[in-house]
C-alpha cells in the first residue's frame, strides 16, 4: 500500500497552505491555536537574509504577515536536541530585523512562533512562552512562541472524543489519513477542501519523488549516525575493560603493599624503611 503524507511533514504542509486559495483553511488552522479571528494573510519570504557569510542561511516553513501581527510557523517532525535554539535563532531574527526597522523602537505589533511539534514529552497539549521574569513582570510584550503537542491531540480522535474534537478539528486533520479525514469532513467544508488539497498533493509525482529522495537521506543519516553511536559503544566497552584490569591490577599492587607493610611492621622495621620498600605514606604506615 503506497504510504499517505499528511502534514505532519513540513513539504506536504507547505504544499498545502502555501498557496492563496487556500488562506480560508490556514486561517481556521491558526484561529484554532491562537484563540483570536484573523482576517488578513500575506506570504513572506521564507528565505531569510544573513549578514554574515558564516551564517548559515534559514529556511522556514511559513511566515506570515496577518492583521494580528507576523507569524512564523515550524512544523517539528522530530525532536532532535537542537530544536528548541534553532527555532529561537530563528524568531530572535524575525524579531531583530522587525523591531531595528523604523524610526523608533515599539511593540505594537505581535511576532509569533509556532510550533506544531512531534516526538514531544509534554504532557501539556500547548505549551505558551513568553519573555518574562519569575514574577510575571514581561522583558518585552510582543513575542510569543506557541508550542503545540500534535500527538497529544491527536489522542482526543483515539479516545473518540467528540466535544475535543469539534473543537480542534482543524489541528487535527493535519495528521489523519484519507479514511480519517473523510470521517470528519462529513459536516465540514474546510476540513472537506483540506482533504481534496492533501490528496492532490499526494498525487503530484514531483511531490513523492522529493519525499522518497529527503526520506532515503534521512534513513542515511540515521545508519550513520546508528553505525557511529554501535562504534562507540563498543569502543567505550573495550575501553572500560582495559581500564578495568589496570584499575585491578594497581588495586592488587596496593592491596599487597599493605600486606608486606605489616609483616615489616611486625618485625620491627622504621617506618621511613617500610615507606622506601613499599611506597606507601608514613601517616598510612602508622595507621597499619
Given at each position: 500500500m503506497e504510504k499517505f503524507y499528511t502534514c505532519k511533514y513540513d513539504r506536504a504542509f507547505k504544499e498545502v497552505f502555501m498557496k492563496e486559495e487556500n488562506k480560508d483553511i490556514l486561517e481556521?488552522?491558526?484561529?484554532?491555536?491562537?484563540?483570536?479571528?484573523?482576517?488578513?494573510?500575506?506570504?513572506?519570504?521564507?528565505?531569510?537574509?544573513?549578514?554574515?557569510?558564516?551564517?548559515?542561511?534559514?529556511?522556514?516553513?511559513?511566515?506570515?504577515?496577518?492583521?494580528?501581527?507576523?507569524?512564523?510557523?515550524?512544523?517539528?517532525?522530530?525532536?532532535p536536541k537542537y530544536l528548541n535554539s534553532r527555532n529561537m535563532a530563528y524568531?530572535?531574527?524575525?524579531?531583530?530585523?522587525?523591531?531595528?526597522?523604523?524610526?523608533?523602537?515599539?511593540e505594537k505589533t505581535l511576532?509569533?512562533?509556532?510550533?506544531?511539534?512531534?516526538?514531544?514529552?509534554?504532557?501539556?497539549?500547548?505549551?505558551?512562552?513568553?519573555?518574562?521574569?519569575?514574577?510575571?513582570?514581561?522583558?518585552?510584550?510582543?513575542?510569543?512562541?506557541?508550542?503545540?503537542?500534535?500527538?497529544?491531540y491527536k489522542s482526543f480522535w483515539y479516545n473518540k472524543n467528540q466535544e475535543e474534537i469539534e473543537k480542534n478539528k482543524y489541528l487535527l486533520m493535519l495528521d489523519l489519513g484519507l479514511k480519517e479525514l473523510r470521517k470528519l469532513s462529513i459536516k465540514d467544508k474546510?476540513?472537506?477542501?483540506?482533504?481534496?488539497?492533501?490528496e492532490r498533493v499526494n498525487e503530484e509525482p514531483e511531490f513523492r519523488e522529493y519525499m522518497s529522495a529527503e526520506e532515503?537521506?534521512?534513513?542515511?543519516?540515521?545508519?550513520?549516525r546508528s553505525e557511529g553511536y554501535e562504534d562507540g559503544v563498543k569502543y567505550g566497552i573495550n575501553l572500560g575493560k582495559t581500564e578495568g584490569r589496570n584499575e585491578g591490577k594497581i588495586e592488587g599492587i596496593a592491596t599487597r603493599n599493605k600486606e608486606i607493610a605489616q609483616e615489616m611492621k611486625k618485625k620491627n622495621y622504621s617506618i621511613e624503611e617500610i615507606s622506601q620498600l613499599t611506597g606507601i605514606d608514613l601517616k598510612e604506615i602508622e595507621k597499619l
Open positions: 481556521k488552522v491558526l484561529e484554532t491555536i491562537l484563540k483570536v479571528k484573523i482576517d488578513k494573510i500575506r506570504f513572506l519570504n521564507l528565505e531569510r537574509n544573513v549578514d554574515n557569510i558564516k551564517v548559515k542561511r534559514k529556511h522556514l516553513d511559513l511566515y506570515l504577515e496577518t492583521d494580528i501581527g507576523k507569524i512564523q510557523v515550524e512544523v517539528n517532525t522530530e525532536n524568531i530572535c531574527d524575525i524579531y531583530s530585523h522587525h523591531i531595528l526597522v523604523g524610526e523608533e523602537y515599539n511576532i509569533i512562533q509556532i510550533n506544531m511539534s512531534y516526538d514531544i514529552k509534554n504532557e501539556e497539549y500547548i505549551r505558551k512562552y513568553l519573555v518574562q521574569d519569575d514574577k510575571g513582570n514581561k522583558y518585552v510584550k510582543n513575542l510569543i512562541i506557541y508550542e503545540i503537542n500534535m500527538e497529544k474546510v476540513v472537506s477542501k483540506y482533504m481534496s488539497e492533501i532515503d537521506n534521512r534513513k542515511i543519516e540515521n545508519s550513520i
